[in-house]
């Protein structure tokens, strides 16, 4: 595999970008919002600088990386001559259902298609193709040049074969893959999700203030960084999508969103990309607020 496509510029599908364009992949960088390809190259670029800064890279490192990614807003000319495509766009099943159809028009046959979703179903994104054997799930975790696992999402009907593929691409990128199966949440969010929803509720039933919660988190359970503040990297209509999914996907309460959660996503508070969440990253009070432990 020398070519692969990403579908997608924002958080996870800069990321993937970056690590794939790194590691010497061709990287063509699509998004159907031109305003989303630039900030997405912007925060590549700001990365690589930061590893430049660290020694962890040097500068011809960095160009190569960048001048391995084209950017597209027109998905057929993007994924032309690809041999994986990795889905990174806004998590609404209709929407990833609309894309793997449409990818399965216009890709070459033999192109797989892989698709970061945190929680859909890679079944029915499969079913929705004429090429079910060839669709998996690959679920990068943010931030993605750094983190190690890669989750790799078996279908009901993904073959052996491009399982492989996938888990031995995944090792060349220098990630760990862990194959599972296909059930709501995977493993990853069906473990993390209920923990970030409790401590919303948590924080909604008057418990504990956002830092105390955090700080809770962080000195007894050696967590890296407070759930709260997790929840606010990860995107809060992000986990909202999760929960929703596994709360219609095993009928089961303790699924059900926060009410405190919905109400944040509802008026437009979505954590640092939105510049508010549970803390505040607004420019004056961004440095403050954004852990400065990523790359
Ligand atoms: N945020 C996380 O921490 C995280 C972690 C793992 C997996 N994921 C998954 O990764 C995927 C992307 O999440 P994100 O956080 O990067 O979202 P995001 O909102 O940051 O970015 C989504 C991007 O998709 C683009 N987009 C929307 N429709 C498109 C289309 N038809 N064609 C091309 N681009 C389109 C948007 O313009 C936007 O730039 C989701 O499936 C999410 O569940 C997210």
Redesign the pocket.
């Known amino acids: 595999m020398k070519n692969i496509a990403v579908?997608?510029?924002?958080?996870?599908?800069n990321g993937i970008a970056h690590t794939f364009a790194q590691s010497g992949f061709k990287v063509q960088l699509?998004?159907?919002?031109k305003a989303?390809l630039q900030k997405?190259m912007d925060t590549i670029t700001n990365n690589l600088d930061r590893m430049v800064a660290k020694e962890k890279i040097n500068n011809a490192q960095k160009n190569d990386t960048l001048n391995n990614i084209t950017t597209h807003t027109d998905?057929s000319k993007g994924v032309k001559d690809v041999d994986l495509v990795v889905?990174?766009?806004?998590?609404n099943s209709e929407?990833?259902l609309?894309?793997f159809k449409q990818l399965d028009e216009v890709c070459s046959k033999d192109t797989i298609l892989a698709?970061?979703?945190?929680?859909?179903s890679i079944t029915q994104i499969a079913a929705a193709t004429s090429r079910p054997k060839q669709v998996i799930g690959m679920?990068?975790?943010?931030p993605v040049p750094i983190m190690k696992l890669v989750e790799i999402i078996r279908g009901y009907t993904t073959s052996d074969e491009v399982t492989k593929t996938i888990m031995d691409l995944s090792k060349t990128l220098g990630k760990e893959p862990v194959e599972v199966n296909d059930y709501p949440g995977f493993v990853a969010n069906r473990i993390l999700m209920p923990m970030l929803n409790e401590s919303i509720e948590t924080l909604y039933n008057g418990v504990a203030g956002v830092t105390e919660i955090d700080t809770v988190m962080k000195l007894g359970m050696a967590h890296p960084m407070g759930p709260l503040q997790l929840a606010d990297?990860?995107?809060l209509?992000?986990c909202l999508?999760?929960l929703n999914v596994m709360y219609d996907g095993f009928k089961n309460p303790k699924y059900a969103p926060c009410p405190l959660l919905v109400n944040m996503v509802r008026a437009g508070k979505l954590g640092v990309?939105s510049g508010e969440g549970f803390y505040d990253y607004s420019e004056s009070r961004k440095a403050e607020n954004v852990s400065q432990q990523f790359l």
């Open positions: 579908i997608g510029a924002g958080t996870m599908g699509i998004d159907i919002s989303s997405g998905i889905e990174a766009a806004t998590e929407l990833k609309k894309i698709t970061n979703t945190s929680s859909i679920h990068f975790m943010n990297f990860i995107g209509d992000v999508s999760i990309k």
